[in-house]
């Protein structure tokens, strides 16, 4: 009912108390000494109710002020939305689209109404759909941001280049329940530079960074270069017996991707906690300041994974160790009082992959190099290398 109303009809019902009040006075069957106290009772509930109801009828205006101060603020931000100069699309949790603005309209080639119920995977070519769907799936274990640089191809049109950013929200159970991606296309061509400079800048420059913990691996696509702004990661290969074999160390300046590598079995995992950037494979064929940058970088992984297969090739087991703790000297050491430290921990079975080897051979030599005090270890197991 309407509060308006019901305040209406108890003024109108406690006119008509007032009347009957009257009327009972002067009727001679009612005892004159029940009237007072049987009307007092009635005046006082009706007073109350009176009072309740103008309680509610100002905690009714104020709701409708409020819901008229979100009904403003819901259409400044739709009208944000629909504004905004990149493409904006939120979907469900499987990829659906939910909502799409106007520029995620153009750059797709098809009007909103018809984008919404349709799943995103449907604007991807083929041949990268399975990446897709491998990063979509990954999105749900992570908190973090992240982003993708992929091929969208437009409703009866053509395709092209696009940076992916995303966001996922979740509930308070922490459940998936809606994505946000921000879609900007990426030029076909860009302005050749004037001038090349022998730095990072423009490898870091308006780059999103991935950041990963230790132990965790890092997702590959074959149209991206990753380029190691922090941290350490093992590039390793599995054989037919399922052992792992390490294959190189990407540390920071380092560059590493499924691209430069012929394996079928390839894996990069961060030795601690690191942060990347991806450069797409497009960027580098269009900008020649980029492709100068990572050719040194390029070639400094090959020379790195030759010394790893040269080690690997080595007749004596012994000889690999040696080898592989002067590689590692020079690739991640630091120098200290009583020799260089290896930056990074290895187990004795990380060794042993890397040396072609088992586990328990690695541990008497290295035993005996202990002895030999060509090399000791500090309070937290890092190696430290004397004489070698």
Same mark, same amino acid.
């Given at each position: ?263 079928? &079995? ?111 270890? &500090? ?10």
């Amino acid at each position: 009912m309407n509060i308006e109303l019901f305040l209406q009809r108890t003024e109108v019902l406690h006119k008509r108390l007032a009347d009957l009040s009257q009327t009972a006075n002067i009727l001679p069957w009612i005892p004159p000494e029940l009237l007072p106290d049987a009307f007092k009772e009635i005046q006082s509930n009706l007073r109350n109710l009176h009072l309740a109801v103008d309680e509610l009828y100002q905690q009714n205006e104020q709701l409708i002020e409020t819901q008229n101060v979100l009904t403003v603020e819901r259409e400044h931000y739709r009208d944000l939305f629909e504004s905004a100069p990149d493409g904006y699309l939120i979907t469900n949790a499987k990829g659906i689209i939910l909502q799409a603005n106007l520029a995620a309209s153009k750059l797709l080639n098809l009007s909103k109404p018809f984008m919404v119920g349709k799943a995103f995977v449907n604007f991807i070519p083929l041949e990268e759909r399975h990446h897709f769907r491998s990063f979509l799936n990954r999105l749900s274990e992570s908190d973090k941001d992240r982003e993708l640089v992929i091929r969208l191809q437009q409703r009866h049109g053509e395709s092209f280049n696009a940076n992916l950013r995303v966001a996922i929200v979740r509930n308070q159970q922490g459940k998936a329940i809606s994505i946000r991606w921000l879609m900007r296309k990426i030029p076909v061509t860009y302005k050749t530079e004037s001038s090349l400079v022998d730095n990072n800048s423009n490898l870091l420059q308006d780059r999103y960074k991935y950041k990963y913990t230790k132990g965790e691996n890092i997702p590959l696509n074959p149209q991206e270069i990753l380029y190691v702004c922090q941290g350490l990661v093992k590039l390793s290969t599995f054989c037919e017996t399922g052992e792992e074999v390490l294959v190189g160390l990407a540390k920071a300046g380092m560059v590493f991707g499924s691209s430069l590598t012929s394996l079928n &079995n390839y894996q990069a995992t961060a030795v601690c906690d690191i942060e990347l950037v991806s450069i797409h494979v497009v960027e580098i064929a269009a900008s020649l300041t980029l492709s100068y940058t990572l050719l040194p970088k390029i070639k400094q992984r090959l020379q790195q994974t030759e010394s790893f297969l040269a080690i690997c090739g080595r007749r004596r087991v012994k000889e690999r160790l040696y080898n592989l703790l002067r590689l590692l000297k020079q690739e991640i050491g630091e120098p200290v009082l009583n020799g260089t430290r290896l930056s990074v921990r290895f187990t004795h079975e990380d060794i042993a992959n890397a040396c072609c080897t088992t586990r328990v051979t690695i541990t008497r030599l290295m035993g005996k190099l202990e002895k030999q005090g060509i090399i000791s270890f &500090n309070s937290t197991n890092q190696i430290i290398v004397k004489n070698i």
